[in-house]
T-cell receptor, first 115, second 111 residues
Framework: DTAVSQTPKYLVTQMGNDKSIKCEQN?????MYWYKQDSKKFLKIMFS???????INETVPNRFSPKSPDKAHLNLHINSLELGDSAVYFC??????????????FGEGSRLTVL | GNSVTQMEGPVTLSEEAFLTINCTYT??????LFWYVQYPGEGLQLLLK?????DKGSNKGFEATYRKETTSFHLEKGSVQVSDSAVYFC??????????FGQGTELSVKP
């Protein structure tokens, strides 16, 4: 049973399209995250939700809109895709709203390629 | 804010060689420190952590000691295996509840 699962694993699309990535966790965690990993493996946090409430919103273009219908799901919708959006997007979850001493559990990633 | 700097990769070693991946951090207060590992085609997973100064985290033969005086958390392993080939990330938790990652260090172990 996969703890944090993301779909789709691969996504190839044209510039200007709108796409969504879905994430689900079955760990009973309160907090979920979206991270972006660029081609040089650099990881940057984008958003974090705790019990469906947005608690971290980094400087991300407003073309990116997260949605958390319940605490086990966090989806990422991207409008008007650009070439620079090509990356691997990782969903993660943790117990509690502070990661201080805790552990993040990551999904396998969704590789987005914008042509 | 908190930040992490890791040695640049790729690091290429022969099997059974000694590994050190350097990591230094800047932080307010005394944050927890982490090493995560990303195997090819997978997500990150926690390798080890330390929550206070002088703590040593260890797992799968890897170790790292939280050194407040040098603001370092270097990862070491006495004898690497081919299966250790992966990207290793040092990370620091900040007061805002975020995990800040270093840029990652790719390790390649040859038989």
């Amino acid at each position: 049973d996969t703890a944090v699962s993301q779909t789709p694993k691969y996504l190839v699309t044209q510039m200007g399209n709108d796409k969504s990535i879905k994430c689900e966790q079955n760990l009973g965690h309160d907090t979920m995250y979206w991270y972006k990993q660029d081609s040089k493996k650099f990881l940057k946090i984008m958003f974090s939700y705790n019990n469906k409430e947005l608690i971290i919103n980094e400087t991300v273009p407003n073309r990116f809109s997260p949605k958390s219908p319940d605490k086990a799901h966090l989806n990422l919708h991207i409008n008007s895709l650009e070439l620079g959006d090509s990356a691997v997007y990782f969903c993660a979850s943790s117990q509690g709203d502070r990661v201080g001493t805790g552990e993040l559990f990551f999904g396998e990633g969704s590789r987005l390629t914008v042509l | 804010g908190n930040s992490v700097t890791q040695m640049e990769g790729p690091v290429t070693l022969s099997e059974e060689a000694f590994l050190t991946i350097n990591c230094t951090y800047t932080a307010t207060g005394y944050p927890s420190l982490f090493w995560y590992v990303q195997y090819p085609g997978e997500g990150l997973q926690l390798l080890l952590k330390a929550t206070k100064a002088d703590d040593k985290g260890s797992n799968k033969g890897f170790e790292a000691t939280y050194r407040k005086e040098t603001t370092s958390f270097h990862l070491e392993k006495g004898s690497v295996q081919v299966s250790d080939s992966a990207v290793y990330f040092c990370a620091v938790a900040n007061l805002g509840g975020k995990l800040i990652f270093g840029q990652g260090t790719e390790l390649s172990v040859k038989p």
